[in-house]
T-cell receptor, first 118, second 113 residues
Framework: AQKITQTQPGMFVQEKEAVTLDCTYD???????LFWYKQPSSGEMIFLIYQGSYDEQNATEGRYSLNFQKARKSANLVISASQLGDSAMYFC???????????????FGKGTHLIIQP | GAVVSQHPSRVICKSGTSVKIECRSLDFQATTMFWYRQFPKQSLMLMATSNEGSKATYEQGVEKDKFLINHASLTLSTLTVTSAHPEDSSFYIC?????????FGAGSRLTVL
């Protein structure tokens, strides 16, 4: 079974500062994918970044980067130069990846409510 | 990019009625779609995996007869909440995975009176 742990229920950050959202995971799978999603108050799930378990380099997407430490089973999200529009719920998620290209549904953490203050 | 459309976005119904929610992949084919449920201030929980042309796979604790899933084509999956009760009120959201990442629909907020 897979498990995602997000230990920060809420965070307040000053605008323009960098912020790190913690995520640790537990799985017995050898091949898996890690995801971060942003969920604003509207409810939509916005994909931010993806890291495959066999990717040697940390993923980056614009202001988002994923600090992947496989031995520690952590996949923290780093947002650089935070903006007021970054205020939202952030979810870490994972799933097993199959060699044939198929995949299971996602297992989500409980989320972190990030509030950016001006 | 891949787009998943979900309809309706909001629905209010009386207790005992059935409600159907549609999930469509607009620009790709999806042999597999996923249905999640999110209660207020909680995380998303996978309910079931919808498979085109075959039966859905339900997660432990999800009632198959309560949440009927039909995936009749490569672009459409439907979730029917049968005989809905107030405890079924929740945010239901679907996703599909054209490649690697999962793309989510905008979600459907169900309120059962």
């Amino acid at each position: 079974a897979q498990k995602i742990t997000q230990t920060q229920p809420g965070m307040f950050v000053q605008e323009k500062e960098a912020v790190t959202l913690d995520c640790t995971y537990d799985t017995s799978d050898q091949s898996y994918g890690l995801f971060w999603y942003k969920q604003p108050s509207s409810g939509e799930m916005i994909f931010l970044i993806y890291q495959g378990s066999y990717d040697e380099q940390n993923a980056t997407e614009g202001r988002y980067s994923l600090n992947f430490q496989k031995a520690r089973k952590s996949a923290n999200l780093v947002i650089s130069a935070s903006q007021l529009g970054d205020s939202a719920m952030y979810f870490c998620a994972m799933r097993e990846v199959y060699s044939g290209g198929g995949a299971d549904g996602l297992t989500f953490g409980k989320g972190t409510h990030l509030i950016i203050q001006p | 990019g891949a787009v998943v459309s979900q309809h309706p976005s909001r629905v209010i119904c009386k207790s005992g009625t059935s409600v159907k929610i549609e999930c469509r992949s607009l620009d790709f084919q999806a042999t597999t779609m996923f249905w999640y449920r999110q209660f207020p201030k909680q995380s998303l929980m996978l309910m079931a995996t919808s498979n085109e042309g075959s039966k859905a796979t339900y997660e432990q604790g999800v009632e198959k007869d309560k949440f009927l899933i039909n995936h009749a084509s490569l672009t459409l999956s439907t979730l029917t909440v049968t005989s809905a009760h107030p405890e079924d009120s929740s945010f239901y959201i679907c996703s599909a995975s054209p490649w690697g990442q999962q793309t989510f629909g905008a979600g459907s907020r169900l309120t059962v009176l």
